[in-house]
């Protein structure tokens, strides 16, 4: 079973994880030319950064209720 800590860890390593690769997609548009690949890269950031809201939306929920059984 899961505790509550578990759950927290989790989030946390999730919303450094999805913003971390958000911003090696960012950095991948900066590099690139062609309009069809940076758009890739850059929507592929805007996901990524996206994802890491969720984890920390999550991780609030914890902070402020705590888990429900």
Do not use: C, N, W
């Amino acid at each position: 079973m899961f505790t509550e800590e578990d759950y927290r860890k989790y989030f946390r390593e999730i919303e450094k994880i999805e913003r971390s690769m958000g911003l090696k997609f960012r950095d991948y548009a900066e590099k690139v030319e062609d309009p069809e690949i940076k758009d890739f890269f850059l929507d592929m950031a805007r996901q990524e950064m996206a994802h890491s809201k969720v984890a920390e939306a999550l991780q609030s929920i914890l902070s402020d209720k705590g888990l429900r059984r």
